[in-house]
């Protein structure tokens, strides 16, 4: 499947430099490379399982609340406000509550993990507020194209709105219309795409920042 090999590709792409360039990343960028590492894992479990037609489904339960954990750490390094930096660290053990309660009281494991999904993207759009707000009040970044958390604070917040409305709907689709879900899980791929390509763009900029900082 084309959209399986492409998504792979990004992601080892994304992983291959922060690997590379690891020793001279900033903590932020360290943590979002083991969220990469930790989905490149499980993803490729769960497209193993998929291709011998064996249903995958638990595993973003457990995926979901890690991916979740590290996305926020990489708020909480970059953010500077104490009641933002508070925020972040209080959500981390209401949204594990919350989603084990998903888990075990709404959702099995068989199904798809829409609240949790929709909880996380909620979550994570408000953090990539939050920096942008930090960002336009210090008036301290001239070029934010050139600014790392930047392009990974868009990349999770267009990825994570994009989202919100995929994974609200994609629970009651599976059981209710197949082709319905399968439009949304090409739309899904799409912004995963997006994401990841901005994630990409990230890596390099620090990586050259790095490299003229070492000259």
């Known amino acids: 499947m084309w959209e399986v090999a492409i998504y792979f590709s990004l992601l080892s ?21 083991l969220g ?18 064996i249903r995958n489904l638990y595993l973003y339960h457990f995926l979901t609340p890690l991916q979740y954990a590290l996305f926020a750490l990489v708020f909480y390094k970059v953010l500077t406000g104490t009641r933002l930096r508070q925020a972040v660290l209080a959500s981390l053990p209401l949204y ?33 507020l ?41 629970n009651q689709l599976l059981s209710d ?6 439009a949304l899980y090409y739309i899904s791929i799409f912004l995963e795409y997006l994401l990841y390509i901005t994630f990409l763009i990230a890596f390099v900029l620090e990586r050259k920042a790095s490299q003229y900082a070492l000259e």
Not at 106 to 119: I, K, P, W
Request: overall charge negative; charged content about 10%; aromatic content about 18%.
């Open 130 to 170: 939050g920096y942008y707000k930090e960002v336009f009040e210090s008036l301290q970044v001239t070029r934010l194209t050139h600014e790392p958390m930047f392009w990974v604070s868009t990349g999770l917040f267009f990825y994570s709105l994009g989202s919100f409305f995929v994974d609200g709907l994609m």
């Open 13 to 33: 792409l994304n992983l291959l430099i922060w690997a590379t360039s690891y020793r001279h990343l900033q903590p932020a960028s360290r943590l979002l490379g």
């Open 96 to 128: 594990l509550a919350a989603s084990t309660y998903f888990t075990l009281c709404l959702e099995g494991l068989s199904e798809y993990n829409s609240y949790a999904l929709s909880l996380k993207n909620v979550l994570i759009v408000c953090w990539a």
């Open 177 to 182: 219309s197949f082709e319905l879900a399968s």
């Open 36 to 53: 990469l590492l930790l989905t490149l894992v499980v993803e490729g479990f769960a497209a193993y399982l998929m291709f011998h037609n």
